[in-house]
């Protein structure tokens, strides 16, 4: 019942920056863990960051020092400010929800439909 709702896909050169917004919404009240990962064609699906509610997060190497993931736990929504884009960042990104529900009786995970991120050079 819980669907994420991904917005700031689209086409950058490289060097440019993109800032992508991922909005939870449904019946989960509160969230552990929300994120992004990313796929591109012939390769698999690879974490880029990751954020606990407290706020620890955890980059790909290849993004450190680049990304930068940021929450707004009252309105659900994680965000990704890309700056210095390289071609090959050109993915479908997917926003990612970890969390427990129902009082700790439920595991969740949910997945965004994916935003496309172009990188041209």
């Known amino acids: 019942q819980v669907q994420l709702v991904e917005s700031g896909g689209g086409l950058v050169q490289a060097g440019g920056s993109l800032r992508l917004s991922c909005a939870a919404s449904?019946?989960?009240?509160?969230?552990?863990?929300m994120g992004w990962y990313r796929q591109s064609p012939g390769k698999q699906r690879e974490l880029v960051a990751t954020?606990?509610?407290?706020?620890?997060?955890d980059y790909a190497d290849v993004v450190k020092g680049r990304f930068t993931i940021s929450r707004d736990n009252a309105q659900n929504t994680v965000y990704l400010q890309m700056n210095s884009l390289k071609p090959e960042d050109t993915a479908v990104y997917y926003c990612?929800?970890?969390?427990?529900?129902?009082?700790?009786?439920?595991?969740?995970?949910?997945w965004g439909q994916g935003t496309l991120v172009t990188v041209s050079s």
């Open positions: 990612n929800l970890r969390t427990v529900a129902g009082g700790g009786f439920r595991f969740v995970e949910v």
């Open positions: 449904g019946s989960v009240d509160v969230i552990n863990n």
């Open positions: 954020m606990t509610r407290g706020g620890n997060a």
